[in-house]
C-alpha cells in the first residue's frame, strides 16, 4: 500500500496552514489521525478538521487556552488584506440573502471584507466563515454558506507557508459517537448531455436539499462530522468517458461534489471508457475518485470460484488507480453484488466504505460496507428522480427529504 503520509500531503482537501499542519505531526502525524476527510470547519472560533481516524481542535482566540499560532479566527481578514479587499461597511447586498436567521449571522462574524472574486468565486469573508455566490445565470446568483477551510484547501506552497511562526498546541478530541444519518446517494451511469442534469441538481437545491461530498459523509457515517440539514451524495459508476462532457461541467459550475467509481484500464477494451489520464483530469477537477475493480468483476461467484482473482479486482485496481490519483478509499460493487465474503475482502484492502444497488437513504456503521443508494438516470425530468428518492425513502421506512 501506498505510504499514508504521502498520500495525506499530496491529498486536496485540507487546511493547510502550517501552523496547523504542524500540530498534525504534533499529535503524531497522519500515523494517529488519518488523513483529512474536510475541509476546516470553524465552530465558533475554533477550527475543526476530521481525519479518518480523528478529529484535530485548534481553539481560537475566545478559548482559554494559550496558543502560539496566529488567531485562526483572524485568518478571514488576513485573507482578505492579503487579496487586497478592502472591509467593507456597508450592506450586505446579496451576501445577506443566506442569513436565514440571525443565529448563522453569529456563527460567520461580523463582513471582514467586500465581495471579491477569487479563483472562480464571488466571495465575502467573515471573521470566521466565508459565504460564496453561485452563479446559476446572469440573472440568478445563489449566495451558499461556505468555509474559510474551502480557501484553504487551494493555497499554494507558498500562501500555505505565510504567516506560520511558532509551534502550535492543540487538544485532541475523542470522536463523537457514532450516529445514523439519512442521504439519497444518487447512483448515475451514462449521461446524454448537461440539460436535464443539470435541472435536476438545480431541482433538488431549490427544494432545499444540500450536496455533500461522499467523504463528509462517510465522516458523518463514523460520527466526525455533522452534515448540513437534507444532504444528498452524486455518484458515477461505471467510468464512462461521457460524464467528463456531459456531468463534469454542471457539477463545477453548481459547485457539486461528486464521486466517481471508475474502471482502471478498462479503455482497453475502446468502448468509451475513461484512461488513466482521464480519471487523473476527473480527479484534478476535484471529483472523488472511487475504485469499481480492474474488470467489472461479478465478486461473489468469483471470490468462490478464484479468490486471487477477485482479490486482484479488488486490490490491485487501487493500487493502480492510486499511481496516478491520490486518496482512493472507497469503492463500488459491480453490478451491485456483494455478499459477507465480498465485503470482508473490500475491508481488508482498507478501503473505508462500499456502495451497493441495494436501495435507500439510511447509513450507519453496521451499513458501511453496503451503503444504499438510489439509482437514477440523468436524462430523467426531475420528478422521477424525486420518485424514486422517495421510494428508497419508504425502503428504509424513514421520511423522504423531498
Ligand atoms: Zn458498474
Redesign the pocket.
Known sequence: MPDRRSRWREVSGIPVEAPFLRAVEAVGGPAVLGYPITPGLFAGDALHQYFNHGRLDAPGRSSAHQVGVPRLADLGKAMARALQAPPAAGSDGPFADPWIDESRRDRAGPPASAPFDWRGWRIRLYERDLVRMLDRSPVDARPTPGHLGDLFVTLDDTERTRGAEGPAPVQRLTADPPSEVQAPILTY?RIAGPTAFQAQLEGLMDAGLSPVSFEHLVAAIEGWAELPDRPFVVSF??GWLDQIDGALPVLQDLRVPAVF?VLPGFDRHGQGHMTLADIQSVRAAGVTVGS?TIN?ANLPPLYRTNLGAAQAEVVESRLWLEADVAGVDYF?Y??GRFDPDVKALVAAAEYRAAVSTVPGILHNLERLFELRRVGVEAWWPLADVVQKIRQAAAADGVPSPV
Request: glycine share 0%; net charge negative; proline share 11%.
Open positions: 451511469h459508476d461505471d467509481f469499481h467489472h463500488a459491480p453490478l
